[in-house]
């Protein structure tokens, strides 16, 4: 793996030349919040941000899209998919393996999603280690952050006044080649090893996951989950903003008169009374409390049923801290956990 130092301020010229090749989306300032969006110059982005309030799997897994048109005699049209090649920047490690763990579920397996992974092809990844540390975040006791261990086409690290620029790929092979610094030292990587451990240092939030899916399992009939489906407020937020949450649904709309129609798919929540809705009204999640026991559940719990042990051996929830951050009934899944730990 290759390594270069770049001084802070060449990464204008360095995004200036990327913006040749790629259309650029980074973390820019909304208000009080920050939102991953198009830029094209270094400045328009806060490599100093937080979080963000959709993570970026809102690239690859658009909240709603078309999967094809049709028409009654038979007619098909399937969407072009754009061919213009993506670079996100800056994106943090929690972020990044929420990434790594959609890829389980949509590019490989018996049936991947052509324009997941093809979204994925076209779309570099910048990376960025984390020396600060949100109020929210817990991504180390995950084993997701602060700094990634891989799954980038650049890794940058802040080794204040210059950026350590590391190389996770062909492609990121290429991106060194445009940036003007010099090659990295043992010492550049040994001031990243302090920067990721001072970062450590900064966490306030920590989970305990020993034994965890044998905890939730035991704890299904847990009078907590009535406690906060009294809370709960059914809104969706925790999950559009989960960096791995990904189920959808598909709907057909017909247009007048009933001769053509479009069937797109769009972002679907197991907090939603509709999500658990069956055949003749039935609904197998009805209360608020059995459906937030299954996000919470799903995200850190019972993780040995699910597809994402199985395929990668980790929990669904990468510790980004965005469901706590976001809920506006003050709903925290670290909490919940101290308590069916009794503490
Ligand atoms: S469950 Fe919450 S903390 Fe975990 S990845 Fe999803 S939004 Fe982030
Ligand atoms: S954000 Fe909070 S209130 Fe809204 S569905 Fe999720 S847990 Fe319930």
């Not at 007048?256 to 479009?262: A, L």
């Not at 459906?291 to 040995?304: A, E, Y």
Request: proline share 5%.
């Amino acid at each position: 793996m290759r390594g270069m130092v770049v001084p802070k301020d060449s990464l204008g010229e360095l995004v200036s030349k990327l913006s040749d090749r790629y259309k650029i989306f980074g973390p820019k300032r909304k208000g009080t919040e920050w939102i991953f969006g198009e830029v094209e110059s270094a400045d328009e982005m806060d490599l100093r941000y937080s979080t963000t309030i959709l993570p970026p799997r809102k690239f690859f897994l658009p909240t709603s899209e078309r999967l094809f048109s049709f028409r009654m005699d038979g007619r098909v049209e399937e969407p072009e998919e754009p061919d213009i090649p993506a670079l996100i920047f800056g994106i943090h490690s929690c972020d990044l393996n929420a990434l790594l763990l959609l890829d389980a579920v949509f590019s490989s397996g018996q049936f991947p999603l052509p324009s997941y992974v093809k979204r994925r092809e076209r779309t570099a990844l910048v990376a960025l280690t984390c020396t600060e540390v949100g109020d929210h975040c817990f991504c180390e006791s995950m084993g997701t952050g602060p700094s990634p261990a891989g799954g980038y086409d650049v890794l940058l690290t802040d080794l204040e006044g210059e950026y350590l620029m590391e190389s996770g790929s062909r492609r990121g092979d290429e991106i060194l080649a445009l940036a003007r610094g010099r090659e990295a030292s043992k010492g550049d990587f040994d001031r990243k090893a302090e920067a990721i451990e001072r970062a450590k240092s900064k966490f306030k939030r920590r989970v305990d996951l020993r034994d965890i899916d044998e905890l939730f399992l035991k704890n299904l009939d847990n009078p907590i989950w009535e406690r906060l489906g009294e809370k709960d407020l059914a809104c969706g937020l925790c999950v559009n903003s989960c960096p791995t949450c990904f189920c959808f649904d598909v709907r057909d709309k017909l247009d007048f008169p009933m001769d053509s129609g479009v069937r797109y798919k769009e972002w679907d929540a197991c907090v939603l009374l509709e999500f658990s809705q069956v055949a003749l009204g039935g609904n197998f999640r009805r209360d608020r409390s059995a459906r937030i026991r299954q996000f919470i559940g799903h995200n850190l719990g019972w993780g040995g049923a699910s597809q994402f042990r199985e395929f990668r051996g980790k929990a669904k929830c990468v510790g980004c801290g965005r469901c706590i951050r976001y809920c506006p009934a003050g709903i925290d899944l670290t909490e919940v956990l101290k308590e069916l730990r009794g503490a």
